[in-house]
């Protein structure tokens, strides 16, 4: 039997209420992971991962007042944040999935930031497009370098012994400036030594902002340095 538009808009608000309720757990649990390491829990940005889910489950988030939010794929932010950003024009979208160069346009208008930047091809696509943007007068997005500490085949990011001379390659040749680092451990594996390496890398570049950590491990991430942790299941509920 389909549900009616009473019906629906009540199970609508009640997924909105939950999601915000689960935010400000999230957001309890980044302060005191922040506190227990002994830092300042305003260090600590958390992107509210919202790839998949659609505007209407991402609005109530933003009306509680959270602003940073983390995307996969241009098409989809393409599809769902206009409309939302024209609601809650200090909204900030950052693009954590893989990004094919032929997309760089795309996305330098799209996001805030790009945290996967990964390839010299990459690198200079980004960099021709961000040269345009800011000839045009239009803000750019931060850069962040991914790599791959895992160094698995299956995912993006460069691997860990050629990252020191990428970034200056980003800078030197590309002219990029460059943020700070993100990394995805192995699901397998320990996350604490990933986020140690991804440290050490961010101190011998000079980088001091690092994105690492998800749902089941940002305290570990925060122990370690972390500036960004990226939370999505945690806050907008199971995937489908």
């Known amino acids: 039997m389909a549900m009616d538009a009473d019906a629906f808009a009540k199970a609508r608000d009640e997924m909105g209420a939950e999601s915000v309720a689960r935010l400000h757990r999230v957001e309890a649990a980044i302060a005191r ?11 600590v940005t958390l992107v509210a991962v919202s790839k998949t889910y659609d505007a209407p489950a991402i609005e109530p988030v933003l009306a509680a007042g959270h602003r940073v939010f983390g995307e996969n794929y241009v098409q989809e932010t393409k599809g769902k944040w206009p409309g939302l950003r024209a609601a809650y024009p200090d909204a900030r979208v950052h693009l954590i999935g893989p990004l094919q160069s032929n997309k760089a346009r795309e996305a330098v208008a799209l996001f805030d930031a790009i945290q996967s930047l990964d390839r010299p091809s ?5 960099a021709k497009e961000i040269a345009r943007a800011r000839e045009e007068g239009a803000r750019v997005p931060t850069l962040y370098v991914q790599v791959n500490t895992g160094e698995e085949p ?3 990011g460069v691997v860990p012994g050629e990252a020191d001379a990428f ?3 980003c800078r030197e040749e590309h002219g990029l400036a460059i943020a700070g680092l993100m990394c995805i451990p192995p699901a397998e594996d320990p996350p604490s030594p990933h986020f140690a390496l991804l440290a050490e890398i961010a101190r011998r570049n000079g980088l001091s902002e690092l994105s690492m950590g998800m749902s089941a491990d940002f305290a570990a991430a925060i122990q370690m340095g972390a500036t960004m942790v990226r939370v999505g299941s945690a806050i907008f509920g199971m995937r489908g």
């Open 33 to 43: 992971a922040a506190r227990d390491a002994g830092r300042d829990p305003d260090d």
């Open 122 to 126: 990459l690198a200079k696509a980004l």
């Open 154 to 156: 299956q995912k993006g």
């Open 167 to 169: 970034i200056a390659a």
